[in-house]
């Protein structure tokens, strides 16, 4: 069983930057396809940007450019540096974990492939 918590979220202003941990435990984030997600009130969950075991990584494409993803091992935690914030990514940001090997393109897209889920953090970008 894994357990995925996350934290960093919080309210900006428009062009400003957060950074999100994802910390997991029971299992290594080195040997799960981890992705961030995030779900807008009255919107569908989406995927924001997935990354492999091997680090090879796809980003959504209303976030290319701007936000970045990164592993700390050591600490089994997984890290979502956003930068240029904008109004539309406003949303409850979701961490989660799968054993799936598909690839993350294909992932981006099918949340309901991960089987481990986080609680969420509240990201709020004002105008």
């Known amino acids: 069983q894994v357990q995925l918590v996350e934290s960093g979220g919080g309210s900006v202003q428009a062009g400003g930057s957060l950074r999100l941990s994802c910390a997991a435990s029971?299992?290594?984030?080195?040997?799960?396809?981890m992705g961030w997600f995030r779900q807008a009130p009255g919107k569908e969950r989406e995927g924001v940007v997935v990354?492999?075991?091997?680090?090879?990584?796809e980003f959504a494409d209303s976030v290319k450019g701007r936000f970045a993803i990164s592993k700390d091992n050591a600490k089994n935690t997984l890290f979502l540096q956003m930068n240029s914030l904008k109004p539309e990514d406003t949303a409850m940001y979701y961490c989660?974990?799968?054993?799936?090997?598909?690839?993350?393109?294909?992932?981006?897209?099918?949340?309901?492939?991960?089987?481990?889920w986080g609680q969420g953090t509240q990201v709020t970008v004002s105008s």
């Open positions: 989660a974990a799968s054993s799936s090997r598909l690839a993350v393109g294909f992932l981006l897209t099918r949340s309901y492939l991960f089987n481990f």
């Open positions: 029971g299992n290594s984030v080195s040997e799960l396809t």
């Open positions: 990354v492999a075991t091997d680090d090879y990584t």
